[in-house]
């Protein structure tokens, strides 16, 4: 039995899998199980996939039906054999060692989760997702989850951490859902003992195409305040003292939505763009107390609370100005 599993969900990423299948076949830590679940991609995804276990015995192939990516992941755990699992997109690739730091890591503390640093990658640069020095932190369930809902260190991103496949017993990936990680990784870190968390960088996620500064609102991008709201019920439940930074990423998800919303052209939803604008002018005394956010978020609310219209005219520049620089 190979002591780690790895599922890679594939749709559409035919340019970008081999960079990604090569980071894992040439891991340090040889043995390991690379489980590609081919979600029904129309390119010749699936075909790469196969010529890839053909050269590697540690490679398994899993063809289905398109069902989107969290029901993607949930094959693979099914059908992973090892101790631990982690997860990498597609189209992301990951550092040599990474799963041998991870491993290490887990095992040595009997932790139930390790996490490591990322690069957030664009096109002309890649940035440390946590910019602080160098940290080594043994977390309990509370610490950890307290640590995804403010995203500094790293966030509820199911990518960059192994997890002890057990975690996964009674907990799946939301079919159909976008924001399937905000739905499910918190969930994980509430029912896990130890967390352990290595500040070091070892996994590239690549921003590609649909972003904040690309993609239209649709309706179904109010998954994440749904996501955030459940989240924000459990902390209330089991984990009182953590209820400023499930607040803070409630909020953050109608900011995401409500942003949006402003960059969409033609939007199609006036109605909600109202109720959102209500939900975040009523709140903007919360959020400029909340010391989760940071000190351009907090000013970009109080400009939103007196003059809408400039908000909207700041925020267009700035989608402009992304697209100068990570293009």
């Known amino acids: 039995m190979a002591k780690i599993s790895v599922i890679v969900p594939i749709y559409k990423v035919e340019k970008y899998i081999r960079k990604c299948v090569d980071s894992l076949v040439g891991q340090t830590l040889s043995d390991i199980e690379i489980i590609l679940v081919d979600d029904g991609s129309p390119d010749d995804c699936g075909a790469i996939c196969d010529d890839y276990a053909k050269q590697d015995a540690r490679i398994k192939v899993i063809h289905k039906p398109n069902e989107g990516l969290s029901e993607a992941r949930n094959v693979g755990i099914k059908a992973a054999t090892s101790e631990y699992i982690g997860f990498v997109d597609g189209d992301d690739y990951v550092v040599p060692d990474m799963y041998e730091v991870l491993y290490k890591n887990i095992t040595e503390q009997n932790a139930d989760v390790a996490v490591c640093g990322l690069y957030d990658c ?13 940290e080594f932190l043994i977390l309990n369930n509370k610490e950890a989850l307290g640590a995804a809902l403010e995203g500094v260190k790293f966030s509820v991103n199911a990518v960059n951490k192994l997890y002890k496949r057990g975690l996964f017993a009674e907990v799946r990936f939301p079919k159909g859902r976008l924001s399937e990680d905000a739905f499910t990784i918190p969930k994980v870190l509430a029912s896990a003992t130890t967390v352990v968390f290595d500040s070091s960088p070892k996994y590239y996620y690549m921003h590609r195409g649909e972003s904040i500064t690309t993609s239209a609102f649709k309706r179904q991008d109010f998954d994440v305040v749904e996501a955030y709201e459940q989240n924000l019920e459990l902390v209330k439940k089991d984990f009182a003292d953590l209820t400023k930074q499930a607040e803070f990423r409630l909020l953050w998800a109608y900011t995401y939505v409500f942003d949006k919303m402003v960059l969409s052209e033609n939007l199609e939803d ?5 109720e959102v604008l209500k939900k975040l002018r009523a709140n903007t005394p919360k959020m400029l107390v909340n010391s989760c956010f940071s000190l351009k978020r907090k000013a970009a609310m109080l400009v939103l609370w007196l003059c809408p219209g400039l908000y909207k005219k700041l925020l267009r520049w700035q989608k402009a100005s992304r697209a100068r620089h990570n293009d």
Do not use: A, I
């Open 122 to 134: 664009y096109v002309n640069r890649k940035v440390p997702q946590y910019s602080g020095q160098d």
């Open 270 to 274: 006036p109605q909600s763009y109202e």
